[in-house]
């Protein structure tokens, strides 16, 4: 069973950056299409960001030029480089399948603030 660990969060200011980063303990991650989600609290939890397995991405405007997915197959890794943070984007951070199938981990909890 694929399990999945997020790691990378913290406290930044409004416009600072992050860079969030997800392993994953099976190598059949590397055929999946791996996703970024994150939820507020109060919200349900969205989607911000896909890759698939061939590298495309896609991302909701909410963080289009802000947000950049990527990942490194060899290290089973998905990244998630985060720019221009703003208050809103304060949430705790998953990744996971897209659509999701995969127990979700812990996630990594991310505040932006002044």
């Known amino acids: 069973q694929v399990q999945l660990v997020e790691s990378g969060g913290g406290l930044v200011q409004p416009g600072g950056s992050l860079r969030l980063s997800c392993a994953a303990s099976?190598?059949?991650?590397?055929?999946?299409?791996m996703g970024w989600y994150r939820q507020a609290p109060g919200k349900q939890r969205e989607l911000v960001a896909v890759?698939?397995?061939?590298?495309?991405?896609n991302y909701p405007d909410s963080v289009k030029g802000r947000f950049t997915i990527s990942r490194d197959n060899a290290k089973r890794t998905v990244y998630l480089q985060m720019n221009s943070l703003k208050p809103e984007d304060t949430a705790v951070y998953y990744c996971?399948?897209?659509?999701?199938?995969?127990?979700w981990g812990q996630g990594t909890q991310v505040t932006v603030s002044s």
């Open positions: 890759i698939t397995s061939g590298g495309s991405t």
């Open positions: 996971n399948k897209d659509p999701p199938s995969i127990t």
């Open positions: 099976g190598s059949i991650v590397r055929l999946y299409t």
